[in-house]
């Protein structure tokens, strides 16, 4: 046996006869033309060598004891690299039969002995070409249908003239047949479209033929096992030299992922997780289309916003859980309206409650409905749904029965802008609200300037806080003994995206009264520490930093772990924290007062009752309380100059201060005589507008800097 086989790289070739001398006449020639060569004197043995030396070509004997050669061919067929090769079967001259098996076990070519040696090697060589082109196609071909496969990209040609098309393997995947011959019929690939596309795309073909153009297409197909794909297809028409169509070419790609993943992110852009139904985005843009659409149809566009009373009473004691499948229940029972026509019914143009009804915040849902229509009809439907909603749910096991409130805009009327009409029949569920609940109320139409103007704040200061929409201010205090800033008061202003920066009269109490003043106030003692320990950071003297609580505040259970939590959350030392409180809260339930005045003095702060004099002060309990400073009203500081009474209260509660122990601080000092007026009558401190105004931090900062002395 010649041990070269291949060692050079050079093609191999395996001899395949029994007759050795033949075999020996074709191995020379063979040798001799640089090939690499095996021998093997039987199918058996030439069996064993494909397997080891993976020839490249076979020259077989068809005639050998053992093993022929038509069986041999048949079983390197099977072999792995059996197709790759090339495989000559030698037969007689005239041996047509043979001839014929040949090429039905698979072999490449035949030769007839007696063979022509002079030719022998070049059909070799030309055999050993036309394997590698066949193999170097079918390698391609072969990375193709995997690319194809990773990308689910199929593509097939469609012959006008046979009427088949054919489909690449991963086309025939896609739609589920079998790719025996990857030849079919067009209507066959027709059929599987989904009949909601059905048409479209047949439409779609007659057009690209009938107009000569290419086309891009999504569309869904449905398979043989119930499952379906989408789409996207792209063709395109090929012509003959007279621009007769004659074929189209296409590929197809399985977008079904893509588009799943789209869904999904529309829908969580779109609408609320919890019930399904569309958010404040989606259903706005669907108030637009209907205003769009009323304004050029002449016709009236009404806005529902329903709220649950007391949600967040209910929500609190039912627990986070509960109070969600309540609402799930509420939207649902406001979708099954929606369907039916006994409460909407001249209303409702879309049966579909998810192109009418949404929710756009916690409790907070809303039904558009529009066409023609009396004010009266919308009451009617008001009265229904409140009623409907009256009916016991049933949550976690437990009856409950809720009362809603409803709040009605109606263009046309006081606007034509879609986020105006949804904030008008905010306005006025809160004001339906606030008349007590369970009734339904007509933005404007029930309200007099006043209270919209103070919902339309009210509902704007719901979001103030998530949109970071307040800021401090901070108004020095000057300590008369020693000339020097001793501390600052902290200011909240509210910077609102229309109206500018509003003062906290103008708030304060409608946070206090919806509640909102208890996360704004939490939010003013984390920001005021944050602040003051930052300008020490900056390398400023450490000054005290005063904070107003409101009695809302000062009520709340836990104001002490809330102060705590501000301290510790912005490494302030306690004692720089001074909390201003006001006489009417500290004045009320004395016990509970004692109580939590003394847990905030175990947490360090300093305490001062603001606007001292103001309110009712009763002596016996001042002297209870643990408190350090008391803040003299602006009001009394403002004539003392010119009015002797007033001269005389601020000298009686300095000398009553004194006698308490606690400090003085004058607020609203505006005049060089005011301030001359508090050091003679030996007031501790001054805050006013003598010194300086509330200014925003870095201003202040400036003013620290400064070092300046007030005296
Ligand atoms: P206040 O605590 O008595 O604050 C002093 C108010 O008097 C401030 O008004 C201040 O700008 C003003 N002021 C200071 N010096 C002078 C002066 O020389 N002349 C005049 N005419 N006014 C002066 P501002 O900032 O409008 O605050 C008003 C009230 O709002 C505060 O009265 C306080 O009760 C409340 N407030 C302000 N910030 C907060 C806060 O963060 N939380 C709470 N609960 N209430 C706050
Ligand atoms: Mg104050
Ligand atoms: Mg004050």
């Known amino acids: 046996m010649h041990n070269n086989t291949g060692l050079r790289g050079q093609p191999v070739v395996l001899v395949v006869d029994d007759d050795m001398a033949e075999r020996l006449l074709i191995v020379e020639t063979l040798l001799e033309n640089n090939l690499a060569v095996e021998e093997a004197e039987d199918g058996v043995e030439a069996l064993e060598l494909f397997q080891r030396f993976s020839p490249d070509l076979v020259l077989m004997d068809v005639k050998m004891p053992r093993m022929d050669g038509f069986t041999a061919c048949g079983e390197m067929r099977k072999l792995p690299g059996g197709i ?43 055999l050993l070409r036309a394997r590698d082109a066949f193999r170097n196609l079918r390698q391609s071909e072969q990375r193709l249908s995997v690319a194809q496969k990773i990308a689910k990209l199929g593509n097939w040609d469609w012959d006008f003239e046979k009427d088949t098309v054919y489909s690449s393997n991963q086309m025939c995947a896609l739609w589920g047949l079998d790719p025996v011959d990857g030849r ?8 599987c479209v989904h009949p909601d596309d059905n048409e479209a795309v047949r439409a779609t073909v007659k057009n690209a033929l009938e107009e000569k153009k290419p086309y891009r297409l999504e569309y869904k197909i449905q398979l043989a096992d119930g499952s379906s ?9 090929e012509y003959d030299t007279n621009g007769v169509p004659v074929s189209m070419h296409g590929t197809v790609q399985d977008i079904s992922e893509r588009k799943q993943a789209e869904e999904k992110i529309r829908l969580l852009a779109y609408y609320d997780a919890l019930t399904g139904l569309p958010n404040r985005q989606l259903f706005s843009k669907y108030v637009e289309q209907a ?11 009404a806005l529902l916003y329903v709220g649950v009373d007391r949600f967040k009473r209910i929500n ?15 939207a649902t029972c406001l979708a099954d309206s929606v369907r039916r026509s006994d409460i909407f019914g001249e209303f409702v143009v879309a049966k579909e ?10 409790d907070e849902f809303s039904i558009l409905l529009t066409g023609v229509f009396e004010e009266e009809s919308l009451s009617n439907v008001a009265r229904r749904i409140l009623e409907m909603l009256q009916k016991p749910f049933s949550v976690g096991g437990q009856e409950m029965n809720i009362s809603c409130s409803l709040g009605i805009s109606i263009y046309p009327g006081e606007t034509d802008d879609a986020e105006a009409l949804l904030k008008n029949a905010d306005v006025a569920m809160a004001y339906a609200k606030q008349s007590g609940g369970n009734t339904f109320k007509f933005f404007a139409r029930d309200m007099n300037d006043r209270a919209i103007e103070r919902l339309n704040l009210e509902i704007d200061l719901k979001k103030a806080l998530e949109r970071d929409e307040f800021v401090l201010f901070y108004q020095p205090q000057i300590d008369l003994h020693s000339g020097k800033i001793s501390g600052v008061e902290a200011l909240i202003r509210w910077q609102h995206p229309e109206r500018g920066l509003i003062a906290p009269l103008q708030f304060i109490s409608i946070a206090e009264e919806s509640g909102l003043i208890l996360p ?7 920001e005021a520490c944050r602040q003051a320990y930052s300008w020490q950071q900056n390398g400023l003297a450490p000054i005290r930093m005063a904070v107003n609580i409101s009695s809302y505040q000062f009520r709340q259970t836990g104001l002490a772990t809330i102060v705590k939590q501000a301290l510790d959350n912005s490494g302030l030392a306690s004692s720089l924290l001074e909390l201003e409180l006001t006489e009417s809260a500290i004045m009320q339930d004395i016990d509970t007062t004692i109580i939590t005045l003394t847990r905030l003095k175990e947490v360090g702060v300093t305490l001062s009752v603001d606007d001292f004099g103001t309110g009712y002060s009763s002596m016996n309990y001042l002297k209870r309380f643990p408190l350090d400073t008391l803040k003299i009203d602006r009001s009394f500081v403002m004539d003392i100059t010119t009015d002797p009474n007033d001269a005389a209260i601020i000298t009686a509660i300095i000398a009553l201060a004194e006698s308490l122990g606690l400090k003085t601080i004058a607020e609203g000092v505006e005049t060089q005589e005011q301030l001359q007026f508090m050091r003679q009558h030996l007031c501790d401190e001054i805050q006013g507008f003598f010194i300086s105004k509330p200014m925003p931090a870095d201003e202040v900062e400036r003013f620290l800097v400064s070092g300046m002395t007030f005296c």
């Open 353 to 362: 409650p998810g192109l009418v009804l949404s929710r756009l915040t916690g």
């Open 316 to 330: 609190d004691s039912l627990g986070r859980s509960a109070g969600d499948q309540l609402l799930q229940l509420i």
């Open 229 to 237: 794909r989408i789409i996207h297809e792209q063709a395109e028409v």
């Open 520 to 526: 704004i106030g939490a939010w003013v003692l984390n």
């Open 84 to 126: 790759d090769t090339a495989i000559v079967l030698v037969t007689g001259l005239d041996d047509i039969a043979s001839i014929l098996r040949a090429f039905d076990v698979g072999a490449t070519d035949f030769m007839t002995k007696p063979v022509n040696w002079p030719l022998l090697s070049h059909r070799v060589r030309y």
């Open 184 to 191: 079919f019929s067009h209507e066959m690939f027709l059929q």
């Open 291 to 301: 205003l769009f659409t009323a304004r050029r149809a002449s016709s009236k566009v």
